[in-house]
């Protein structure tokens, strides 16, 4: 099947002005503000405890990032990702050994660091985990991750609180057994102004910012992170060689830091059994990002028409590919005694709407419901509301015993999506709406935005704008209809066409009194999400 794929430069050129040509790099680098003296912006002491760190890992991060170029680069090419030959993490009679405060996981609530009464609200709705996040739900700007890494070291010590406007009371985290992690930042990204001229790894800023702070004989458990965005099983020595290099500064033993970690590209599906055996010393888990998943397969699969997905939310939650992969993470995680979890379902309760939130819950039963079939432990939600349905759909306090009878070792992780869902113009329109929508959320400091009952994160908005990339570069054989069933060919003008017509849509919906920045930053969104689909700029940042 032949494709017609759009030249660099060529999409949606006309609407961008020379001031936008030049944002290439868009998202740009973290840096701190102008002027602030690291030294006391940041704690004593840190800079010197970073700098040792620095030398050593950040050449090492920079190799893996350039080593995942060359892998994408080859899939283009038609050289896929394949499982590697047989060694001693596949062969090998090993085991890990869980600890008893992580046995039950069968909810894992997940939320922007940043936000102090999303973080209380999560440690208090009862989840047996809450992960709190620098990464993909929180926006990549200095005084966000500022505030979020102090938030963390206040929840672990269980002392954070927020003021309760409403009730007019200071509300405090409730003691609870809940595991609490930490995401920091991907290795794909970068952290800058903090040494000169010199990027850092952020995973390593953020993961040993945590560390330095945290006085273990404060804690109720090990301190503990989830790894986000692997690619690869040498990854995983790079996340064990930082929690052992961390571990001998900080005084603890080797193997005092634990982890779990999200499978969230597609390459990594191939390589599952060698992460664990890397990082076994540290791993008590498995994670299913599906989102971020199906951002990597699109992203993988770009240069074919075959991989063209269907609108986003006429995609079943059960659909192969997806399936695939929900079967393999248990089926690895299991043989080797340690917890699966499955995805987040973006679909939200709503106290506000009674339909939209009998329908949100009753997705997220009949998901958690598949997950467990899957012989998951567990599940991630963002809403406390989802919390005990979910935790009802999963066996207690785990399933790690239970094994599929006669796994395939290498089962096909490459499922074409054939006669999946629909491919519509109004999934288009309601892709580049989300795209503005999110981007506005993004420019005004948000990780994570409701968007029509949906809460979109930095892997949803990147899905939506790989899917109009797509439709874009295989407009010539991949058939988009509209409302009458007939072809829409999704050429530049027409892409240019509807984001002017949604950008309208949303400002002509805004209040009359709305302040002329919000106008102004919802016209830079749009600006910014046709750039990032024209540059081709699909990376997870």
């Not at 791993?283 to 397969?297: C, F, K, Q, T, V």
């Not at 599929?404 to 290498?410: I, K, L, T």
């Not at 869902?421 to 005004?444: C, D, F, M, P, Q």
Request: hydrophobic share 40%.
């Amino acid at each position: 099947m032949a494709s017609t794929v759009i030249p660099r430069g060529e999409a949606l050129e006309h609407v961008l002005s020379p001031e936008d040509e030049k944002k290439i790099s868009y998202p740009p680098i973290n840096r701190p503000p102008a002027g602030v003296d690291l030294n006391a912006e940041l704690p004593g002491g840190f800079m010197n405890f970073l700098a040792e760190l620095h030398r050593e890992f950040t050449p090492r991060q920079q190799r893996l990032v350039e080593k995942r170029k060359q892998v994408l680069a080859k899939a283009h090419q038609g050289r896929l990702p394949e499982y590697l030959a047989p060694s001693e993490a596949i062969t090998g009679d090993w085991k890990i050994e869980l600890p008893d405060w992580v046995r039950d996981q069968r909810n894992q609530m997940t939320g922007p660091a940043d936000d102090a009464e999303l973080v209380v609200k999560m440690l208090n709705s009862g989840a047996p985990g809450v992960m709190l996040d620098l990464e993909d739900s929180m926006a990549n700007h200095w005084p966000n991750l500022m505030q979020g890494v102090e938030n963390i070291i206040h929840a672990l010590y269980g002392e954070l609180t927020y003021y309760d406007k409403k009730r007019e009371k200071t509300v405090a985290i409730a003691p609870r057994p809940t595991v609490i992690y930490t995401r920091p930042r991907g290795l794909h990204i970068s952290q800058g102004g903090i040494f000169e001229d010199e990027l850092t790894s952020a995973s390593l800023f953020d993961t040993a910012l945590v560390a330095y702070l945290a006085d273990a004989s404060r804690l109720k458990h090990p301190l503990s992170f989830y790894i986000p965005k692997s690619e690869s099983a040498k990854e995983a020595l790079w996340w064990r060689d930082l929690f052992q290099a961390l571990a001998r500064l900080k005084g603890w033993k080797k193997d005092y830091i634990k982890a779990m970690a999200l499978v969230e590209s597609f390459p990594i599906g191939y390589q599952l059994d060698e992460f664990v055996f890397n990082l076994r010393d540290h791993l008590i888990g498995l994670n299913l990002g599906r989102w971020d998943y199906m951002a990597s397969l699109i992203h993988y699969h770009l240069h074919d028409p075959n991989w063209v997905l269907a609108d986003r939310n006429t995609i079943p939650h059960n659909v192969p590919f997806f399936q695939a992969i929900r079967e393999r993470i248990p089926d690895v995680c299991h043989k080797r005694g340690i917890l699966a979890i499955g995805g987040m379902t973006a679909l939200y309760p709503s106290r506000e709407d009674p339909e939209l939130n009998e329908r949100a819950l009753k997705v997220l039963a009949e998901d958690k419901k598949n997950e467990a079939n899957s012989l998951m432990d567990g599940a991630w939600t963002g809403h406390p509301d989802q919390n005990q349905i979910a935790i009802e759909q999963f066996p207690y306090p785990n399933q790690i015993h239970s094994l599929r009878a006669n796994p395939s070792p290498r089962p096909d992780l490459n499922l074409i999506p054939l006669g999946v869902g629909r491919r519509t113009i109004e999934g288009t329109r309601a892709a580049i709406n989300t795209v503005i929508r999110y981007r506005h959320g993004y420019l005004s400091g948000k990780g994570a935005s409701l968007i029509r009952g949906y809460m979109e994160d930095l892997a949803t908005d990147r899905i939506y704008r790989l899917m109009i990339a797509q439709r874009l570069r295989h407009r010539d054989v991949v058939i988009i209809t509209d409302e009458q069933g007939k072809p829409v060919k999704h050429t530049p003008q027409m892409i240019c066409k509807l984001f002017t017509e949604e950008v309208n849509k949303i400002m002509s919906a805004l209040p009359a009194d709305t302040p002329s920045e919000i106008r102004t930053r919802y016209r830079e969104a749009r600006k910014l999400s046709e750039q990032m689909i024209k540059k081709e700029n699909f990376n997870p940042r």
